[in-house]
């Protein structure tokens, strides 16, 4: 069987989803997944999230991209931040509540370490995946993290990208559990913590697999072109 690009939408802490989509989409050896960011806050699992895509990663090539949440919890980490408070109103509070901890220095070294390994973005033939926003005239080693991990749609909504490739986002909820399709440009963050769906997209046909915050599938209908 040919191999396939399979991009998944921000999971939030919600491993039923997660557990969900992969039991449907059965990711092979030969397949990439691209899963874009946001594994943690908002939901109540995060451990349970990290713990199977680090199972993941050693059953295909799996490509996680760095989130404005990530990015956040990192910066904590690392001193740049002294102030918890806007972190744990943010999602974070429920973070350490799935981990029983107190403070971030309580996160498994493994699973901080999985968050520092996150790429940026990443580039394929037909495709390119940020986790937020991308400026269009600009190639990805010269955009800003701001515009990559924290600039929503709304914001400012991208052209089509010079390189010709369509662009695969997450970051800007679509609150009613649809993807958003602009031909060039997809958004799969179907908020699945606050009610939507999460969603996994194989790029190479076209199918597509949602779930809800308690595992359930939802039958998909006319996938996006």
């Not at 399709?181 to 939507?196: A, K, S």
Request: hydrophobic share 40%.
């Amino acid at each position: 069987m040919a191999s396939r690009i399979i991009a998944i939408g921000d999971p939030h802490g919600c491993s039923k989803a997660l557990d969900a989509l992969l039991k449907a989409c059965e990711p092979r050896q030969d397949d990439t997944v691209v899963v874009m960011g946001d594994f943690i806050d908002r939901g109540e699992d995060v451990p349970g999230v990290i713990d199977q895509l680090l199972a993941l990663s050693e059953t295909c090539d799996l490509i996680p991209l760095m989130g404005n949440h990530e990015e956040m919890l990192l910066g904590i980490l690392g001193g740049q931040f002294a102030d918890l408070a806007p972190w744990l109103s943010f999602g974070g509070k429920e973070t350490l509540e799935g981990y029983g901890a107190t403070t971030p220095w309580e996160i498994p070294p493994e699973h901080v370490q999985f968050m520092q390994s996150c790429r940026y973005w990443a580039e394929m033939d037909h495709h390119f995946f940020v986790h937020a926003n991308y400026n269009e005239r600009k190639k990805f080693p010269k955009m800003d993290a701001t515009t990559l991990l924290w600039e929503s749609l709304p914001q400012r909504m991208p052209g089509p990208h010079r390189s010709g490739k369509k662009a695969i986002v997450g970051h800007t909820s679509q609150k009613n559990g649809e993807i958003l399709n602009l031909g060039y440009l997809l958004c799969i963050d179907t908020f699945c913590y606050g009610g939507g769906w999460l969603t996994a997209i194989d790029l190479t046909s076209g199918a597509f697999w949602q779930a809800d915050v308690n595992g359930r599938i939802r039958e998909a209908e006319e996938p996006p072109s």
